[in-house]
C-alpha cells in the first residue's frame, strides 16, 4: 500500500480520541506532502535541523509539529519556535533549558515527560520519582505546560515485556493524575510505534507515534 492508504487503514483502527503522529524522519519532504493530501497533519520529527528544514518547507500547511527525539539545549533555536508539542524531555537539565528559552522569547512551550522503563540502558528518560518530583515544583516552570507522559517500550518480540512496561506508564499516569488534580492540562500518554501500537491502546495510548507502517522503511 502507499502512504495514503496506509494512514487511511491505521486511523480506521484507532479510536477516535487517539491522535496519530505521523513520523517522518529521513523521509522527504515529498512524502509529507503525500501524507498532508491523505488529510494527515500531524508530524514528528527527532533530529532538530531536518525538523526545522521542514518546517520551514511546509509553513503555511497548518502542520502540527511534535519533536520526539533527544533534543540538546544547543539546539532549541531549531525546534521550540515551531513545535507544538516537545514529547520528548528526558532531563532536569533540558527541562530547564526549554523553560528558559520560552522566558526569553514570551512563549509557554507544552511538553511531555519522557518515562524511562524500557530494559535498554540507551534510551533516555526520567524515573518516576525524578518526574514526581519535577510535577511538585511545577509553578516553578511558568515559561512550560506539562501535558502529560511519554515512553517507549524495550525494543523486543516478546509481548509480555512490552505490555508490562505499557503497564508501567500508564500507571505512574494515572497515579501523578491522581495526585495533581489541579494540573487540567496533564492528558496525554504517548506510547507506541509502528511495531506496538495496538498493544499500546490497550493500555491507554491517547498518542501513538508511527512511521514506518506509514512511510514504509527509512530512506538515509
Known amino acids: 500500500m502507499g502512504i495514503a492508504e496506509n494512514i487511511r487503514s491505521i486511523k480506521n483502527e484507532l479510536p477516535p480520541q487517539v491522535k496519530l503522529v505521523a513520523v517522518s524522519k529521513f523521509h522527504p519532504v515529498e512524502a509529507l506532502q503525500e501524507a498532508l493530501e491523505a488529510g494527515q497533519t500531524v508530524f514528528g520529527e527527532n533530529r532538530p535541523q531536518e525538523f526545522e528544514k521542514k518546517a520551514v518547507a511546509l509553513e503555511g500547511r497548518g502542520i502540527e509539529w511534535h519533536f520526539i527525539g533527544h533534543l540538546q539545549t544547543n539546539k532549541l533555536k531549531m525546534v521550540l519556535p515551531y513545535a507544538s508539542l516537545v514529547q520528548s524531555v528526558d532531563s532536569l537539565h533540558l527541562l530547564d533549558a526549554i523553560n528558559e528559552w520560552g522566558r ?41 505546560c506539562f501535558r502529560g507522559l511519554m515512553g517507549m517500550a524495550t525494543n523486543t518480540d516478546c509481548e509480555e515485556d512490552i505490555r508490562a512496561d505499557f503497564g508501567r506508564i500508564r500507571a505512574c499516569f494515572d497515579y501523578l493524575r491522581d495526585l495533581f488534580p489541579e494540573y487540567e492540562d496533564f492528558t496525554e500518554l504517548s506510547i507506541g510505534m509502528s511495531g506496538d501500537w495496538r498493544i499500546a491502546l490497550d493500555y491507554g495510548a491517547t498518542i501513538v507515534r508511527i512511521g514506518t507502517a506509514i512511510f514504509g522503511p527509512r530512506v538515509y
Open 104 to 144: 526569553k522569547n514570551g512563549k509557554v512551550i507544552p511538553v511531555l515527560l519522557e518515562l524511562h522503563v524500557a530494559a535498554e540502558d540507551s534510551k533516555q528518560g526520567f524515573y518516576e520519582e525524578e518526574i514526581l518530583d519535577v510535577l511538585f515544583r511545577a509553578e516553578s516552570y511558568g515559561n512550560v
